[in-house]
């Protein structure tokens, strides 16, 4: 559940906003709905709750009668989909009907369109024609990235905007004309609704206690919102009723920085793997990963950090013990004592991929994900990881409760942040060494 | 867009489904909406398209509204959420409301909400005693993974079901509870509506001019869908008006595999290291891997297979070419004459991965996926692959235009799908050799 007071500010929250999503693959869960997800976060930024999102077949009787219906209700209507080039997309006919408006040929999309095709060498098959009309009373929204452009009507005192499928095609289109249009009338905030800290390794209500001092000094006027996912919790800061000024937000902010320590990862919804980056590559650091049961996970975590190759020597992904030994010169005789699932052989796999890769810090993690595997000592859903540092090495033994996939993706979270929380020690000075961190 | 006739089946088509998902997390973008994909799939399974699909906020009067009206026009209704203990969760005195029917205060619901806290060693708090009710006239889903149960409605010729939102607990009762009791009813097919051929390395229209032959000889009778997604393309046969059983559709599919030969990858949904770890384990062989841009993404594939520790030697990822001479034995003279971008190199990372890990196939992945790197001879998007076997070495050039994690998958799921024909060549006798395959 997330509070209320999370999206309204200001004028703009009495505002209603509907989307309709066209299209049976998403009715037949063949693709998740994105654009729910997206449109969604983006007037949530801008101090709008979406009020309602219909997703229905592609039937232009199904599609007046809701469009009929979500006009009546709303100030701001947003489709998506239904404008492509073939016979059964009879969307725009179907909203022009309710409108009572007709559609006109605008010889400027269609040669749009033929620049798009001989662009890519192809020829414009001769229905996408189709694409290239508008409302009589209405605007087009450029599509740089395909053929359908976007259509905008303001009609009765309220605003439509039809948006095409293709989500590269949809997303610029929305962020770069749709929001400055309707932050330009008044429909949407003219910048983010709530300032954003993102926090790992501590759990919704040990933050809410941290920050309570400072939350009780503002009251009402200040609205908090968690969301938690994965071992971080983001939390968002806004003045609903406008009674705080984005400065003080900003202020706020900067007090709860204070509070947190190093449980505060970054401002905004950086990841992970971008954060332990810059603090490595600040520090003129690289860094080393080896794997068992998570198979590569840790590793490719790092694949979404453009640049990743400036800090990430690489990685060792071993399930035999052959490999441990081959790749990282783990001792045949730790695995015989101890076996692959210990402190012991997650220790020696950090230090092996330290020496091998030449890297200043390394994080290793071995154990069993489950559903097979597991012994009495460490079950199903034991963990063993370890951080080599310049300044030591440490092994921590955690347990997670559920699925293979789950049990993964908890280690890979616990221990990018046992690194971040090493690095932060670092920069500041302070050598209380790895032993201390976060929950697990 | 997707065929029309893929879902309705039969009587059973004829059926309106309508879908409420409650929910502002949804609406905020912060969730995507699982539950329709989850939904809308097991009903298409069973040849029933979704008809709507209303995602809305938590206000009781918004969620009576909005169920009026779905009750009117639909055969069954599910809703999603707003089940939870809080007193924000007023679904339930909304829906009644609706109905026409009070809620009951069910003694074995809190008895099971109870016993499931004290299993976790917990005390109930008292608010969860609001869960304990059901409909005056309806009947309750247990629910074994958390504190609400499902509440189950027969009432003017229709089905209300109201499922808990966490997808752990959602889904389970959906496919054990709910879908056979749909289908005894005659509201849903009592086995799949389709069978699903999963073919790689072909694209959508190539598939329909290799089957058409088959195809053609069953006209009408036959529904053929298509589903493409990265690399791979699901094909279902289907016969909405029942006009072949399922034991023609069976043979008909047969049919197809023959023609397919090595695009057909399997029967229903596994996914290409599946598909590869059994034949892999069929010939009593192993295999590692060796990455570079895909950083990880190729070995985490095999995470999600049970007992890859059974064929899966093991893994690197080597940005650096220090890591690539340490970890794999490249020699430092391939990197300086061909760079670590090249086919050259691809070749001795996946000797080396053989090697090093006694392996007996070995794929190596290598290239500028963006948006940073690139050159002339090989710009932003250039992948080289290798594939070391038993009975050779191969590499091959490759090109993916798109962002970064696009060209990543693309140059992933062609390695696996190029070692997949491998392993069926080899598993078949044919030894023409892995030079040929399908698109990149």
């Excluded at 989307?19 to 009715?27: A, K, N, R, S, V």
């Excluded at 209507?77 to 239904?82: H, K, P, S, W």
């Excluded at 941290?210 to 919790?233: D, M, T, W």
Aim: net charge negative; glycine share 12%; proline share 4%.
């Amino acid at each position: 559940m997330v509070s209320k007071n999370i999206a309204p500010s200001g004028s703009v929250a009495s505002k209603r906003y509907e989307l309709l999503t066209l299209g049976d693959e998403l009715l037949l869960g063949l693709t998740a709905n994105g654009h729910l997800t997206f449109i969604g976060a983006q007037l949530g930024q801008r101090g709008v709750l979406l009020q309602r999102n219909v997703t229905l077949t592609d039937e232009a009787d199904a599609i007046a009668e809701q469009f009929r219906e979500s006009w009546a209700r709303a100030d701001v209507v947003i489709t998506t989909g239904g404008l492509g080039p073939t016979c059964d997309d009879r969307t725009r006919e179907a909203v022009a009907g309710v409108l009572g408006q007709t559609l006109v040929f605008e010889p400027e999309i269609a040669k749009g369109i033929e620049a798009f095709f001989s662009s890519r060498g192809r020829i414009m098959p001769e229905n996408n024609l189709k694409q290239a009309y508008r409302f009589e009373r209405g605007e087009v929204l450029a599509n740089a990235n395909g053929t359908a452009p976007g259509l905008w009507v303001e009609q009765d005192g309220k605003v439509l905007i039809m948006l095409p499928g293709p989500p590269n095609e949809l997303q610029p289109m929305l962020t770069e004309q749709v929001v400055p249009r309707l932050a330009q009338r008044g429909l949407l905030l003219k910048r983010e609704a709530y300032v954003q800290l993102r926090t790992a390794g501590i759990g919704e209500s040990a933050l809410e206690v941290k920050l309570q001092p400072v939350f009780n000094r503002y009251g009402e006027a200040l609205s908090i919102a968690f969301c938690a996912h994965q071992g971080q919790v983001d939390l968002r800061l806004s003045s609903p009723s406008g009674a705080l000024s984005f400065g003080q937000l900003d202020a706020i902010a900067a007090e709860c920085v204070v509070l947190l320590g190093e449980d505060f990862m970054c401002y905004g919804g950086d990841s992970q793997a971008k954060v332990v980056g810059d603090l490595l590559r600040a520090q003129g650091c690289t860094l080393a990963v080896a794997e068992t049961a998570t198979g590569g996970l840790l590793s490719s975590e790092f694949t979404g950090v453009c640049g990743a190759t400036k800090f990430f020597a690489g990685g060792c992904v071993c399930y035999s013990n052959e490999s441990k030994m081959q790749l990282l010169d783990v001792p045949e005789c730790i695995l015989e004592q101890h076996g692959g699932v210990s402190a012991e052989n997650a220790v020696a796999m950090a230090v092996g991929a330290a020496e091998r890769l030449g890297a200043d810090y390394a994080l290793a993690i071995t154990g069993f994900a489950g559903p097979c595997g597991g012994t009495n000592e460490n079950p199903v859903g034991t963990m063993y990881l370890a951080l080599h540092s310049p300044h030591g090495i440490w092994s921590k033994k955690l347990h997670y409760p559920g699925p293979r996939a789950t049990v993964n993706r908890r280690a890979v979270t616990a221990a990018l942040d046992w690194l971040r929380r090493e690095l932060v020690r670092t920069q500041s000075g302070v050598t209380t060494g790895a032993q201390a961190g976060g929950q697990a």
